[in-house]
Every structure is written in structure tokens, then in C-alpha cells.
Nanobody
Framework: QVHLVESGGGSVQAGGSLRLTCVGS????????VAWFRQSPGAEREGLAT????????DYADSVKGRFTISQGNAKNTVYLQMDSLKPEDTAMYYC??????????????????????WGQGTQVTVSS
């Protein structure tokens, strides 16, 4: 059974940094498209970044480009989201998602949550001013 588990959320002041971690288990695919999304109360889920685990290629939403960095660990089942220069509007529940056996082709640039089959439970990030 596939599991994605996020960690690393917390409370931070504006301008600070956090690093989120997503650890996947229960699958053997080495080529996957993994994404980070976030959702704040009353808002739609927003795609932030993707990484193709085989090539390491990344893509970012304009809203976080230059502030957030997606990367993966050596074991390829761990994906990180380094978040710098955090703003109060970054406050949200952050989720990782994966489409197994895939690479992040052009269609994933739309950051549609329906393109990802597996999701973690989320980790809360709160940024205070």
C-alpha cells in the first residue's frame, strides 16, 4: 500500500524558513512525478512545485518561484520543499502528492490535483507577521 508522509511544518515568523519532507513507501517505481500543494481555509488547493524523481527536473508555480525549492534525497523516495522568505499568506496545510511510474511532463505544469493519485495527510505551516 502506497503511503506518503509529510513532516516539517510548524510556526515561523515572516521572513523565516522551513523545510518540509515527504517520505514515500509501498512502491518500487523509480520514475515518479512528485508535487507539493497547499490549501488554506476557504481556498482551492494550489500547486506549488513538481519534481521528476528519475531526472530531477523541477517546475514551480509563479507564486513561489525564487522562494521555494523542491529537491529529493539520495534514496529518491524522499522529497523536500525548502521554503524561504516566508510570508503570512504562505500559511496553509501543505501536502505532497505523487503520480507513480510517470515523469512530470508538460501536462503536470498545470498543477491539477486530479493528475496525482496519491496524497499525504498534510503538514500545517503557519507564518506570523
Amino acid at each position: 500500500q502506497v503511503h506518503l508522509v509529510e513532516s516539517g511544518g510548524g510556526s515561523v515568523q515572516a521572513g523565516g524558513s522551513l523545510r518540509l519532507t515527504c517520505v514515500g513507501s509501498g512502491y518500487t517505481y523509480s520514475s515518479n512525478c512528485v508535487a507539493w500543494f497547499r490549501q488554506s481555509p476557504g481556498a482551492e488547493r494550489e500547486g506549488l512545485a513538481t519534481i521528476s524523481t528519475l531526472s530531477g527536473a523541477t517546475d514551480y508555480a509563479d507564486s513561489v518561484k525564487g522562494r521555494f525549492t523542491i529537491s529529493q534525497g539520495n534514496a529518491k523516495n524522499t522529497v523536500y520543499l525548502q521554503m524561504d522568505s516566508l510570508k503570512p499568506e504562505d500559511t496553509a496545510m501543505y501536502y505532497c502528492a505523487a503520480q507513480l511510474g510517470a515523469w512530470c511532463s508538460d501536462k503536470y505544469r498545470a498543477f491539477r490535483d486530479t493528475d496525482f493519485s496519491y496524497w499525504g495527510q498534510g503538514t500545517q505551516v503557519t507564518v506570523s507577521s
